[in-house]
């Protein structure tokens, strides 16, 4: 892979000296099952990355696996927050620089509050998004922790 190849979240890794796999395939209309699939990883090491406004303004990151859904007020709860809802989609890119399908927490413009669902606990390696559609990262999540804060809580229920 060329140096123009790699993402941004590629290059925070490398700065970083963080082990981590790269994957590239193409995503038009894949599910997250099927990008999963596409990677040969287990779907439910697999996270999504959302992002998040609570209702004191302040903006939160949620790592949760692509097959499962955000329960809201666990989230809110995590984050200390009275209530809790998704960006509109046309504020993603301005407010992280990455835009849907490929939203990474690693490298955004501004280093959000950052959770990630307890269930990575289960596994040696998670995959999520390198930082542009069609692109996958995997690392040991205790890898992640050298470049982005995470709290860990039940996100999804």
Request: with cysteine; glycine share 10%.
């Amino acid at each position: 892979m060329g140096k123009d190849d790699k993402t941004n979240v590629m290059r925070v890794f490398d700065a970083a000296g963080v082990k981590y796999e790269h994957y590239s395939f193409d995503a038009k209309q894949k599910s997250g099952a099927e990008a999963a699939r596409e990677t040969g990883a287990d779907p439910a090491s697999v996270f999504k990355t959302l992002v998040t406004v609570g209702r004191s303004g302040e903006h939160y990151v949620f790592m949760i696996p692509v097959l499962s859904e955000l329960d809201l007020k666990l989230a809110a709860a995590a984050a200390g927050e009275k209530s809790i809802s998704m960006i509109k989609e046309k504020e993603l890119l301005p407010l992280t620089g990455y835009v849907h399908g490929g939203c990474s927490p690693v490298g955004m413009k501004k280093q959000f509050r950052t959770f990630i669902d307890e269930s990575a606990e289960a596994f040696d390696r998670i995959y999520f998004s390198g930082g542009k559609v069609g692109r996958q990262v995997s690392l040991d999540p205790r890898e992640l922790e050298k470049v982005i804060r995470i709290e860990r809580a039940d996100l999804c229920g």
